[in-house]
């Protein structure tokens, strides 16, 4: 945090002058030109750049150019967006979890059904018979290590 507030600080000039100019409702070509110069800095300087978002955001309240019901919107649409993105993340992971399972266990001789993914009674009965053959007690699919395909 200290080296944040460090680095901050070496920006102060900077930030003071983008926040002059970026409220002002117009700029000389000069005043123009370094906006430019600072915003061009941003570009290749990340706390930089976030701190210009922070004023940015900043004057946007204290100028009435935020319509807090669109933000709030938006950020549902946003998170809507995520928790599906999530969700089809988890899945996919969870299908190829399943199709290396039945390899392994279609490799050991247990399974004789398609590679398809899906936990079916064929799937099931396969792992019984592995639990079986092993004398492994556990209700859970969490003993298989798919990176090394073995039992854990």
């Given at each position: ?44 300087e990340p706390l ?35 928790d599906q993105a ?60 798919v990176e090394t395909?073995?039992?854990?």
């Amino acid at each position: 945090m200290e080296i944040m507030v460090e680095h901050s600080l070496e920006y102060r000039n900077i930030i003071h002058d983008y926040w002059t100019l970026a409220s002002r409702p117009t700029l000389t070509e000069s005043e123009a030109d370094r906006l430019e110069e600072i915003l061009h800095k941003a570009q290749s300087e990340p706390l930089l750049e976030f701190l210009l978002d922070e004023i940015d955001h900043i004057l946007a309240h204290e100028l009435g150019l935020l319509d807090e019901q669109f933000i709030k919107h938006q950020q549902d649409e946003l998170r809507k967006a995520i928790d599906q993105a999530w969700c089809e993340q988890v899945l996919l992971e969870i299908r190829n979890r399943s199709k290396a399972i039945q390899k392994y266990l279609k490799g050991k001789g247990f399974y004789t059904g398609a590679i398809d993914g899906q936990i079916g009674p064929r799937t099931q009965e396969a792992i019984a018979l592995l639990k079986k053959e092993a004398n492994l007690k556990f209700e859970r699919l969490e003993f298989f290590d798919v990176e090394t395909w073995s039992i854990c």
